[in-house]
């Protein structure tokens, strides 16, 4: 009763209102309705023109460049920059680095993560709250703090500037845990309870099971590894030092900060980083939807 | 469950615990590893010798130079056998310092004067100075530079001094001949204002110490004495000299190149956004990507004290960690001969370090022959440990120089180098 | 018709026997993997930073070797209380990050709030098309964006041109050390009260310098990349806003301001919390944006702790510092979040406010 009196309330309220009132308050609405679009439109115009101009830039010339920075058609179109880039540097190397490393770590979190998900949510054994404990504290412990550590302990164990050294670390990624576990946790029981008494054993269960049903969650932690992977930089500082494992994000940091002659070089930087963003550009408008819909999941969970 | 909470803590205490002792059982490994091929600080021990590749890392200031020290490397390693390769640093000092903590460093380095004393005082570097044929060759102030703790540490591959360079066109647009060649601090900013029209500036040029300096040295002053036994940054004439440049960056003559929206001073010179610089021999190789522009170096003029100018050296360092220091060594021989330097000269600029190729490179190069005369008065810069982040510190406060006080900065700068002179 | 095939084991012994089996075993097994990545690059690395913060090391061979004693609070001491060049370096990266932070967190949370709140308003078109425009940023990478940043910024860059268009001479951004807020005050050095004193090297008229025009253009660009990922959780939470309390509020003659501050706000608190919280931590930690575009100048204004410890450790090869450093922005971070915490908290309602909500003994005049 209560839930529906407030609707019989609002229709007469409005139905009685004088005319001029209902007119002055739809002018009224009118206008909000424009003022919000013209905001919202400007808004959009900050946000988007950045990149509107960096992939125009990369197609000028440096002098162009130079002189009419603002524009977004160039008046001579030159790839020139790209050139440069796929040619006469190390772009493509730090691309298939930056690549290699990305899959690898997104593949090893997927499998690790969810594991350690679904054995944090499902199966009872000793010591679990000591392990969700330990995945707790790891998130509290700000990235800064690892940066020199993680350099002496991959250099004691031996994986530093290598591969291995450039993957292993990342692989572990205590948000995906918990993003995981809550998953499994919303995730009634019965299916794999049904399949334990058929006899299935615990791996069994999970892998062909519950792994399929958790389709997107693991989409979603495909997205955030990827991202994380793809845009990682400290990380790879520490982590190599020999310019056959550069990264694309520690190339184009190389780049931005340059030598002594090698000028502004707008171009040619500005096509660097647009290369490197459309990866992960692609990723995110292909899966727009649940990347929108991933905070619902990670506040009410 | 608590029971088993806290049997599960111990076990996990326990694990970490073990995996501890185990990494400082591979990290003993480490040890013996930098004991080989240095003997401490002191005396050169043996060179080792072996058939891995060797890398030379370098601080280059362009594609020329880069171009030029790989061709060197490669004909080297074509003839004597051994692989080598030339990778540029983006940040030499991060690079190298990372490498030597990592226990990889390159073999072969550039490394600057104010670098040496770190290094040599942490055994990063392989002293091999005495082992060197043309020992005798070398300027002696530059054998100095690299001597640290009484070993000569390191063969001096060039040196470069400052000198101003004009601009040919727009000195003649401004009505300049050869008779208005500054030699006072006067004529300077006089010829200055002269040149100073539009976007471009009379007289741009970094703002860094290894700028200023010069009219510092000019002054009579010093940062530390010539034995770097005591601090001096806060001397009168230090202060005139700041308080002159800062005097004509305020009537907008002077000013840094960051100013005038270029990295460095041979880039704004370039792009004539100054018609003047101060720069050192490298800015021929970097003038090759400005072909319009003409240009001229000329002595510096002399300040209250009379004429002065900064020089500048790197060495050939090796690394302590090196596996093959002998081909090292070698390569370090080839490439400074008197012919090889003259060589790299020729693309980027620098002064032979060697005295004997010093009369072929005046005759090679009539027009940078005031670099080479600025060797006869040139400072070098402090190379006590610790002294390249004071003056990293004083780069910084320079950058305010427009609208802060000579007198605060250089006296902050003094106390930072009190500290490390003792 | 029986409810189930086969009767379920009693819940109490459900554990030890039947289908739950092996679960001990298969449990460690499962999370072997992500403790002993975890124990090995996060656990064990803490612990030896620890030990070379209370160290002497300098580089060479391993920190745990024989030769490496322990100094105590030296390292400590250098960064804090010596007064040499490396307290001064701690003390202005703390001053970068302090108004970094001062200035970001609000800003980010209030804008991203505020673009919430349009986009999601009940009539909207296109509504897909401004997440997306607004969320974009945060997708790419810092190391691309700070590119970006630095040819927009540049002296003959975009902005200085826009705002040439409106008559303003743009300062040369990232080349600028001057403090703005020293500027506002009037630029210069400063009145002697406050250029003499110092805290941590630094002369109480820099502490209060604010954010260089470089940093400023760096908080701009933080702003812009992190906006959009707030913004979505705001939008998540605004969605389990239920609409009925601010209708409600309509009726009872709010406006649309008091609606949105006395309704909306309090029931967005935990999101909040959650922004706040993480635009704190996030702040404090910058380092990608420093090393890609102004390596901590001009001037050391855009120095922070995060790039210092990196600096000194790496290029300096002041390997105890740098670990010091860390140790002591980590602590900072934690002070924030739980000062943060404490601010934010639930507070019981006082009681002169209780009294305008109780229901009333006596009837109000003119109400039935």
């Known amino acids: 009763m209560t839930a529906t009196t407030s609707a019989p309330v609002t229709t007469p309220a409005a139905a009685s209102l004088p005319r001029s009132r209902a007119q002055r308050s739809s002018r009224r609405g009118v206008a909000g309705q424009v003022t919000l679009y013209v905001l919202l439109a400007v808004l959009a115009l900050v946000y988007i023109y950045p990149f509107l101009v960096q992939v125009a830039t990369s197609f000028k010339s440096e002098q162009e460049a130079a002189a009419d920075p603002i524009s977004l058609i160039p008046q001579t179109l030159t790839v020139a920059a790209y050139e440069r880039l796929f040619l006469h540097s190390d772009f493509p190397l730090w691309f298939a680095n930056s690549a290699i490393v990305t899959v ?18 499902r199966l009872r054994f000793r010591g679990r709250a000591v392990v969700f404990a330990l995945v707790v504290a790891v998130m509290a412990v700000p990235a800064v703090v690892l940066l020199i550590p993680k350099f002496l302990v991959l250099k004691q164990i031996g994986i530093y500037d290598s591969y291995a050294g450039m993957i292993l670390p990342l692989l572990v990624d205590a948000a995906g845990v918990f993003i995981m576990k809550n998953f499994f946790e919303s995730i009634p029981t019965s299916v794999e309870e049904q399949a334990r008494i058929d006899g299935a054993g615990t791996f069994r269960v999970f892998w062909s099971i519950v792994l399929p049903m958790a389709r997107p969650a693991l989409v979603t932690i495909v997205i955030l590894s990827f991202q994380g992977s793809w845009n990682e930089l400290s990380h790879f500082i520490v982590a190599t030092q020999s310019p056959g494992l550069t990264t694309l994000t520690k190339g184009v940091a190389s780049l931005a900060t340059g030598q002594l002659s090698q000028g502004t070089q707008y171009p040619l930087k500005l096509a660097a980083a647009a290369i490197m963003t459309i990866p992960v550009a692609v990723l995110f408008f292909i899966f727009q939807k649940r990347i929108m819909n991933t905070s619902e999941g990670a506040v009410k969970g | 469950m608590r029971r088993h909470t806290a049997v599960t803590a111990l076990g996990a205490v326990g694990l970490v615990g073990a995996t501890v002792i185990a990494l400082t059982g591979c990290g003993s490994g480490f040890d013996e590893g930098d004991n080989t091929g240095t003997g401490g600080t002191g005396s050169p021990a043996a060179l080792t010798s072996s058939d891995d590749a060797l ?3 370098i601080g280059s200031s362009g594609d020329a130079e880069t171009k030029a020290v790989q061709d060197a490397v490669a004909a080297w390693s074509k003839s004597s056998g051994t692989k080598a390769s030339v990778v540029a640093a983006t940040d030499l000092n991060q690079q190298l310092s990372q490498g030597f903590a990592a226990g990889s460093p390159p073999d072969l380095f550039y490394l600057s004067t104010d670098q040496l004393a770190g290094y040599a005082s942490n055994g990063s570097l392989q002293a091999y100075g005495d082992q060197l044929k043309n020992k005798d060759d070398f300027y002696p102030s530059l054998v100095k530079n690299f001597t640290y703790d009484g070993t000569f540490y390191c063969a001096p591959k060039d040196f470069s001094t400052l000198q101003l360079v004009i601009n040919e066109g727009l000195w003649q647009k401004a009505g300049l001949s050869d008779s208005d060649i500054p030699t006072t601090w006067d004529q300077l900013a006089e010829v200055a204002k002269k040149l100073t029209s539009g976007k471009t500036k009379g007289l741009v040029f970094s703002g860094e110490y290894a700028r200023l300096g010069v009219f510092m040295a000019q002054a009579g002053g010093r940062l530390v004495s010539e034995d770097g036994t005591k601090a001096e940054a806060d001397s009168d004439a230090n202060v005139q000299a700041l308080s002159y440049v ?9 000013a840094y190149a960051s100013d005038v929206g270029a990295g460095w001073g041979g880039e704004a010179f370039g792009k004539q956004l100054g018609a003047m610089t101060i ?6 190789g970097a003038m090759g990507d400005y072909p319009d522009v003409k240009y001229k170096v000329v002595e510096l003029p002399a300040g ?3 004429k002065g100018t900064l020089q500048f050296t790197n060495c050939w360092g090796m690394a302590a960690d090196s596996p093959n220091q002998q081909a090292a060594l070698d390569l370090v021989q080839y490439l400074t001969t008197s012919d090889q330097q003259l060589a790299f000269s020729k693309a980027f600029g620098p002064m032979p370090s060697v005295q004997s190729a010093a009369d072929t490179w005046k005759n090679d190069n009539p027009d940078l022959v005031p670099f080479l005369t600025g060797a006869d008065y040139a400072q070098g810069v402090p190379t006590n ?28 700068v003094q106390q930072n180098l009190e500290a490390i002179v003792k | 018709m029986t409810t189930t095939v086969a009767p379920a084991p009693p819940r109490g012994r459900s554990r030890t026997g039947s289908i739950h089996r092996g679960e001990g075993t298969a449990g460690w097994l499962f999370v072997l993997p992500i403790v002993v990545i975890l124990g090995i690059f996060l656990f064990i690395p803490v612990l030896m930073a620890l030990w070379v913060s209370f160290s002497d090391w300098t580089g060479r061979g391993s920190p745990l070797a024989g030769n490496v004693r322990f100094v105590g609070l030296d390292n400590y001491a250098k960064i804090t209380t010596a007064g040499g060049l490396q307290t001064r370096d701690f003390g202005i990266a703390l001053r970068n990050n302090a108004w970094y932070v001062v200035l970001v967190v609000p800003l980010q949370t209030a804008l991203s709030l505020l673009l919430a709140v349009l986009v999601s308003r009940r009539m909207l078109r296109a509504r897909g098309f401004f997440r997306t425009a607004f969320y974009f940023p945060s997708v790419t990478s810092s190391v691309a964006i700070t590119v970006l940043w630095m040819f927009l910024f540049s002296f003959a860059g975009p902005v200085n041109q826009l705002l040439s268009w409106v008559g303003l001479h743009g300062p040369n951004w990232f080349q600028d050390p001057r403090g703005i807020l020293n500027l506002a005050l009037g630029g210069g050095s400063g009145p002697a009260w406050l250029a003499d004193g110092q805290f941590l090297g630094v002369s109480w008229w820099d502490w209060l310098a604010g954010p260089s025009i470089a940093m400023f253009a760096l908080i701009l660009m933080a702003v812009f990349t992190t906006s959009g990922t707030f913004m979505l959780l705001f939008i998540a939470a605004l969605q389990n806003v239920g609409y009925e309390l601010t209708e409600a509020g309509m009726m009872d003659g709010a406006s649309g301001w008091q609606r949105f501050w006395r309704i909306t706000l309090p029931q967005l608190r935990p999101t ?97």
Not at chain 1, 109 to 118: D, I
């Open chain 2, 246 to 254: 800062q005097q004509h960056m305020k009537d907008g003559t002077f």
């Open chain 2, 385 to 412: 440990k610790g002294a390249a982040d004071v003056i990293s510190d004083f780069n910084s406060q320079l950058e305010s120089l427009k609208t802060g006080d000579p007198k605060k900065i250089l006296a902050s």
């Open chain 2, 279 to 284: 720069e050192g021999n490298w800015l021929t």
């Open chain 3, 272 to 368: 909040l919390f959650t922004v706040i919280t993480l635009g704190l931590i996030g702040c404090w930690q910058v380092f990608d944006q420093i090393y890609t575009g102004t390596q901590g100048g001009p001037g050391k204004t855009t120095v922070t702790p995060a790039y210092l410890s990196y600096t000194a450790a790496f290029t300096q090869q002041e390997w105890g510092q740098g670990a010091a450093i860390a140790f002591i922005l980590f602590l900072i971070i934690i002070v924030f979040t739980i000062f943060q915490r404490w601010v934010l908290r639930e507070r019981t309602v006082s009681r002169r406010r209780m009294r305008a909500y109780l229901p009333r003994t006596t009837p109000k005049k003119g109400r039935p």
């Open chain 1, 104 to 121: 690898c770590v997104t593949l090893g979190r997927v499998f690790f993560v969810s594991l350690a998900g679904y054995a944090l949510a």
């Open chain 2, 55 to 57: 890398t030379v890392m």
């Open chain 2, 304 to 306: 209250p004290a009379g």
